[in-house]
């Protein structure tokens, strides 16, 4: 073999080694586990444990063993939420949680039982679905919040909700035809009302939340959805919403009203009001910013429906 052959050997040897190792770094991913208890420290069994975050399309998911452990793999490096449920106790969320390649990240998480009821028997869990009203000065909108299917979604909502950050907001943005121009098939006529907490309690908004995809949570962009409004980035949602009053599916994952393809993240339903959502969406508009209503709608308050 020559010294000329044997040289180019070498370099073929090692651009391989090196496309080896790439690969391998591509594809390496790390593990969560850990163990779901009760207040007194007694592991819980059967116990629903998810992570969603941008590094994973999917909802990754394991329910507690006998011993109250549970384990996901192949978990793709990055930030995500867990959330834990369980019949019988409060859900647990917890945010910031970072994964990172071949190694495992141990979680403990405790869950809060519920208040005794009426009968003094204990309380279910936080239902599927939780009501909410937004008393506006034009009238009122019942909301059907989708704890089920957009939990990391809801939860965030709710949490402005509880903390009254959205009382004396305002439903400030429509679009509608007239005041929207169509780009279709990508972007076709959307009608909207989007609103959001009063700008000057903005350094009291909390953190964004991670995208919840539609291919995740399995709800539509349809007429009458409430979804999180977003920046260009996916992971940008924290108090801005929106309801939609026509059907959206350039909204859904893989749509392409966003440029990354992404979407945004539906979380629940107008269940009565939408003639006040459609009377919104018909307020008188500012001449010099045609999207942005000439007096914004009042949100006297958003407060659960007990």
């Given at each position: ?44 069994p059967g ?44 859900p ?33 869990a ?110 940008t ?14 909204l ?55």
């Open positions: 073999m020559t010294k000329r052959s044997i040289v180019a050997l070498l370099a073929a040897l090692l651009l391989a080694g090196a496309s080896l190792s790439a690969r391998q770094a591509q594809t390496a991913t790390g593990q969560v586990i850990g163990v779901v208890r009760d207040p007194s420290g007694s592991p819980l116990a629903t444990v998810t992570l969603s975050g941008p590094a994973t399309s999917q909802l990754l998911t394991a329910v507690t063993s006998v011993n109250g452990e549970f384990q996901i793999a192949r978990v793709p490096p990055g930030t995500y939420v867990m959330n834990v449920r369980m019949a019988g106790f409060f647990f969320t917890q945010s910031d949680i970072v994964v990172r390649a071949d190694v495992r990240t141990q979680l403990l998480p405790t869950l809060a039982c519920c208040p005794p009821g009426p009968a003094g028997l204990v309380d279910r936080e239902p599927a679905t939780v009501r909410v009203r937004i008393t506006t000065s034009l009238g009122n909108i019942d909301v059907e919040i989708d704890m089920a299917h957009a939990p990391v979604t809801a939860t965030n909502f709710l949490k402005y909700v509880d903390a009254g950050l959205y009382n004396g907001g305002r439903f400030y943005r429509v679009t509608r035809e007239g005041n929207y121009t169509p780009t279709p098939p990508n972007r076709p006529l959307m009608e909207i009302i989007q609103g959001g907490i009063d700008p000057s309690r903005r350094s009291e908004a909390f953190k964004a939340i991670p995208l919840e995809r539609t291919t995740v949570t399995g709800l539509k962009h349809v007429t009458g959805v409430i979804s999180m409004a977003r920046g260009n980035s996916a992971d949602a924290t108090s801005e919403f929106f309801i939609l009053l026509n059907d959206q599916p350039s859904d994952m893989g749509g392409k009203r966003f440029d990354d393809e992404q979407g945004a993240a539906a979380f629940g339903k107008v269940v009565t009001g939408l003639d006040v959502v459609r009377k919104i969406n018909q307020e008188p508009i500012n001449p010099q910013s045609p999207q942005q209503l000439a007096t914004p709608v009042v949100i006297q308050s958003i407060a659960r429906v007990k």
